[in-house]
Every structure is written in C-alpha cells, then in structure tokens.
C-alpha cells in the first residue's frame, strides 16, 4: 500500500519533477515486463481458429442484442 506520506510529497512536485518519476516508474515496469518472458522459451498463443463455442456464444449474445433493439 502506498503511504499518504508519499501520495502528499508526490502531489507537491513541480510538474518536471513528477514527469520524471513517471519515467523512471515506467522504465522499471516495463524491465519488469522484460523479465516475465525468458529467452528459449514456449509459450502458449489462444487462436480463435477451431473456436466454435466461443462463436456460437458470440452469436447468441448478438442475437439477443438484435431482439432488445428490435423490442
């Protein structure tokens, strides 16, 4: 949890300085990202081919939207 302490300091930063800790904030989440995924590594992609379930649900929702705007 942040501290209010921080959120305070933070708020009294002149815009420069808050742009900057953005900065360094976002350069350790995206490192961060960097390291979730490994070199010589698989991982598993979700294709929609074959999806026929999740077409038929997406039609069913579709249909029923069609019949509401109809009503």
Request: no cysteine; glycine share 0%; aromatic share 8%.
């Amino acid at each position: 949890m942040v501290s209010s302490e921080l959120i305070s300091t933070l708020k009294e930063l002149s815009r420069s300085d808050k742009f900057y800790i953005m900065q360094i904030l976002l350069s350790e989440l995206a490192q961060q990202e960097a390291d979730l995924i490994k070199p010589d590594q698989s991982y598993p992609v979700w294709s929609p081919y074959d999806a026929f379930e999740a077409a038929d649900t997406m039609l069913k929702v579709l249909d029923a939207a069609k019949a509401q705007d109809n009503a």
